[in-house]
């Protein structure tokens, strides 16, 4: 599987925008997804995961009821609709496969895309 992350830009605090990351391969329903991302310094976290089985959703606690994780199967992509935008959402994000469950945790994910950088100004 190949990912291809796109959507990142600049944006004021309290915008928005979708990421999008495209996937390559037959096999993109049978994979979760996830998408994680890394702030300048720091070391990277998980933000939304999607399971390939039944679309259960998780997020990181600070991104709930701003961020939407959603996938289209027949489109072999996955999104991530983020809203009311904060200079601390400041990071490169990136988007990954698992064949498992849906996972907070970067080493069960098995493929990754480049990376998108999101910067929030104040």
């Known amino acids: 599987v190949q990912l291809q992350a796109s959507g990142g830009g600049l944006v004021q605090a309290g915008g928005s925008l979708r990421l999008s990351c495209a996937a390559s391969?037959?096999?993109?329903?049978?994979?979760?997804m996830g998408w994680f991302r890394q702030a300048p310094g720091k070391e990277r976290e998980f933000v939304a995961a999607?399971?390939?089985?039944?679309?259960?959703?998780y997020y990181l606690d600070s991104v709930k009821g701003r961020f939407t994780i959603s996938r289209d199967n027949a489109k072999n992509t996955v999104y991530l609709q983020m809203n009311s935008l904060k200079p601390e959402d400041t990071a490169v994000y990136y988007c990954?496969?698992?064949?498992?469950?849906?996972?907070?945790?970067?080493?069960?994910?098995?493929?990754w895309g480049q990376g998108t950088l999101v910067t929030v100004s104040s």
């Open positions: 990954a496969a698992s064949r498992y469950g849906p996972s907070r945790t970067d080493s069960t994910y098995d493929y």
């Open positions: 391969g037959r096999t993109f329903n049978s994979y979760s």
């Open positions: 999607i399971s390939w089985f039944d679309g259960s959703k």
